[in-house]
């Protein structure tokens, strides 16, 4: 999901899961959910990091991404 793979990287990733162990109806319709927390706990991080070490560079911009991010699943999983 991250820099613009998202399209590359989720299907092998998903279809390497399955060759292990399928994933369920109800864990396939989960993963937008899963991936709106993940982006939501990484932006978590920057700003405990920012209240602990002060502004991190480049974090403004990133922050919009993740918040971007997190809208996009939120709303692909039904929950906006």
Do not use: W
């Not at 927390?37 to 974090?59: D, E, S």
């Amino acid at each position: 999901d991250f820099d613009g793979v998202r399209d590359q990287l989720n299907p092998p990733f998903i279809a390497g899961y399955d060759s292990v162990r399928k994933l369920t109806d109800g864990e396939r319709a989960a993963l937008p959910m899963f991936r709106a927390a993940r982006h939501l706990g990484l932006a978590c991080a920057f700003a405990y990091h920012v209240n602990r070490i002060g502004p991190l560079p480049g974090f403004e911009t990133n922050l919009r991404y993740y918040l971007s991010m997190i809208r996009l699943f939120c709303a692909e999983a039904g929950i906006v």
